[in-house]
């Protein structure tokens, strides 16, 4: 019985003593804190949300890229000026590229060493095909404003790219319905620059033709990008008797073939694409542009969204935008509209986004299909009239 009841009270005592110590670590915690009111830690500042955009922002395409930093450049400071996105600011990362492939790769790779979140770019196709696999490896979701080869989306190879621009499969289509629709001419030359977005065009227009029993290509044909002389091919034009030229290109090279064409007297039609609608083309070209048609991004600029952004911009700089600024404003709102909705940058949560959740733009109200092709945005034809690229009613 003795031996119980000492247990019982060594139990005791030792519940009272851990009782006790309890109670004196508590006391001593409780003073700690009341003693130090004002030391409480601060607030962490949020970590800024890294956008890069990438493209030609030197060398002869600079026309093309320029205009897409400085649509970056006013949707940013518009969102920023109301606290970002869930109080997080966004941080320009511009890289340059020149629009060469080469180049592409090193911008890719400098922006995902600098933390590049998401990325408005690239702006030529051959550059952009370039960087995307190191923005896939890297996770990184793409939206180009301008890379229209077909193959971007559809060869299902960059899950991550986007685009707010159609195909070059539709603009070679158009340019061809054009041609033998509206224009009712048969023969047709058919040239590119050798590159993924001449070529790619090219090819589509020489398809396109060779399927109609009404059209012949009278001659297919790759130039040298750069050269100064294109004496050789032009009067391969003029022996070939062809009605018009389809031209898969950049606006250097257009305006060499244009001026040296109708030098020679050659009255032939020359029809290009979305690389030779830049007001660029019509100043090196000078008289010799009058008449040319090129197709490009059906015109919005009726929309408020539109006038609105181009007063912005020419309030900040001076002047009015150049080609695919509003590709690349809108672009740019795609993806802080998807960050938000999605309250992330994570590739998946981005992804879903994009796809799911519409945009009011410059361009109208779009979204992406399962492509990564913008629904809602097409092209239309233009033509050079008193030195300024007017709309072609059809």
Known sequence: ?????????????????????????????????????????????????????????????????????????????????????????????????????????????????????????????????????????????????????????????????????????????????????????TKIAVLHDKGDYGKGLAEFAKGFLEADSRA????????????????????????????????????????????QMRNKAMDTVFISDDGVKDDTFIKVAGEFAEGVYATGPVDTSTNPMAIEATEAHKKDYGEEPGAFFLNAYSATLALLNAIEKCGSTEYEALSKALKSEWVATPLGIIKFDDRGDAIGVGFAVYQVQDGKYVAVQM
């Open 216 to 259: 012949e290509v009278v001659l297919y044909e790759g130039i040298t990008p750069g050269a100064v002389d294109y004496s050789a091919v032009v009067q391969k034009i003029k022996q070939s008797g062809a009605q018009a030229v389809i031209f898969g290109g950049y606006h250097p090279e257009a305006s060499k073939l244009v001026t």
């Open 1 to 185: 019985m003795r031996k119980i009841r000492r247990s019982r009270y060594f139990a005791l005592a030792l519940i009272v003593a851990l009782a006790a110590l309890a109670l004196a670590s508590c006391g001593e915690q409780k003073t700690t804190e009341t003693a130090k009111p004002s030391e409480a830690p601060a607030e962490k500042a949020l970590e800024p949300i890294k956008l890069g955009v990438a493209g030609a922002h030197s060398g002869d395409l600079a026309s093309y890229g320029i205009p897409s930093v400085r649509a970056a450049e006013l949707v940013v400071k518009h969102r920023n000026a109301v606290n970002g996105i869930g109080g997080r600011k966004i941080e320009l990362l511009v890289e340059d590229d020149a629009c060469k492939p080469e180049v592409a790769t090193n911008t890719a790779t400098k922006l995902v060493t600098d933390k590049a979140q998401v990325v408005m770019g690239h702006i030529c196709s051959g550059a952009t095909k370039a960087a995307l696999g190191i923005y896939k490896d890297s996770k990184i979701i793409t939206i180009s404003p301008s890379a229209t080869n077909p193959e971007l989306t559809q060869s299902g190879d960059y899950p991550n790219f986007y685009r707010t621009i159609a195909s070059d499969d539709a603009q070679a289509r158009l340019e061809v319905d054009f041609a033998l629709n509206h224009l009712k001419l």
